[in-house]
């Protein structure tokens, strides 16, 4: 009988839910517009009644591993308790694992959403064959995560892929975290917008100044506008591509892994910061440089965009329990092997 497990993606806005087969197959995905700033006890009412209805569903014909959740914040990995969570406010120190579990009568997994997309990629999308990665997230801030060996990295409290706060600038704008020139403040949409916003206040940015006359502002219509050829748009791109390769350069230095995955909302710009990106990496990354086969130019290490856009986090959420089944059937052989 095959397994399956349940994935939850938490928002800042939406709730998303899915039933997938440990073959990785969509066996049902629910998409709800809860509104999730109706509070926390609504939402929690929500999810556990879709967990429910899913979950008995399929019981007939596989065996239930439990339900994986991806939370836009910092959780305490061993209470299970939300640390903190920027979009979320009152869910602050709230024992989510215990809460639902209680509910459910079965195992509940929380991850961080960013580690969950990059086990939604690692698992069923870009990082597939790939032994180790790292996945930089450019959405509204940018996120970040590793993934060492099939796992995923903590660190010592549970902070560790906050790649967007990596300073590639010294003497940057000055940064939500207390540090300057981080690469959020150059890559992510929220940077893009500003860039474009600063551009067309000093009146040399004409072509953007007419494209947002009949529509908002947004990192979307800045790429539409490189796309023409506009020459501020490209050299806002430029900028967010140079960032980013100085960032992936000190990664690439620093841990040598044969991937990083390009993800969230403003990869979809790739063939407009790409190239920028590229150079630098080359320019700035000794270790880049010496991965490249220097007959065909290819190189061992792989910088890629991600596959599964927003399905990551989801897909990614239900792998959760399935790993927990692996790694304790893992030590169980352990065990085992060690009584005889
Ligand atoms: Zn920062």
């Not at 899913?54 to 239930?64: I, M, N």
């Not at 065909?296 to 239900?318: K, Q, Y």
């Amino acid at each position: 009988m095959l397994s399956f497990a349940i994935g939850v993606d938490l928002g800042g806005t939406n709730l998303r839910i899915a039933a997938i087969e440990e073959t990785g197959r969509p066996l049902e995905t629910f998409n709800t517009s809860t509104e999730v700033k109706r509070g926390r006890d609504f939402v929690i009412d929500e999810m556990c009644r879709v967990i429910q209805v899913l979950s008995s569903k399929f019981s007939h014909t596989h065996q239930f591993l439990g339900t994986g959740v991806g939370i836009p914040g910092i959780i305490e990995m061993e209470s299970g308790r939300l640390h903190s969570a920027a979009n979320l406010p009152d869910w602050k120190d709230y024992p989510v694992k215990a809460e639902i579990e209680e509910r459910l009568g079965s195992p509940v997994v929380l991850e961080n959403d960013a580690n969950c997309a990059a086990l939604g990629e690692k698992w069923m999308g870009a990082g597939r064959d790939a032994a180790g990665l790292c996945m930089i997230t450019l959405g509204t801030g940018v996120g970040g995560a590793f993934i060492f060996r099939g796992k995923i990295w903590h660190g010592m409290i549970g902070m560790a892929g906050e790649v967007g706060h990596m300073c590639v600038a010294a003497q940057g704008p000055a940064c939500g975290c207390g540090g300057r020139g981080c690469l959020e403040q150059f890559a992510s949409a929220t940077a893009i917008r500003r860039m474009a916003t600063e551009a067309i206040r000093s009146g040399n940015a004409s072509g953007l100044a007419n494209a947002i006359r009949n529509q908002e502002l947004s990192a979307k219509v800045v790429f539409q506008q490189a796309l023409l050829g506009d020459r501020v748009a490209t050299q806002i791109f430029e900028t967010a591509g140079v960032a980013l390769g100085t960032a992936l350069a000190s990664l690439v230095n620093a841990l040598n892994l044969p991937m990083y995955i390009i993800g969230g909302g403003v990869a979809k710009a790739w063939p407009a910061f790409s190239p920028a990106m590229y150079r630098e990496l080359r320019k700035q990354s000794v270790v880049f440089r010496a991965g490249e086969d220097e007959h065909t130019h290819v190189n061992r290490t792989v910088i890629t965009p991600a596959e599964l856009g927003s399905e990551a986090g989801l897909i990614g959420a239900a792998r959760l329990p399935m790993i927990l089944k692996d790694s304790h059937h893992c030590s169980h052989i352990r065990v085992a092997a060690q009584i005889a």
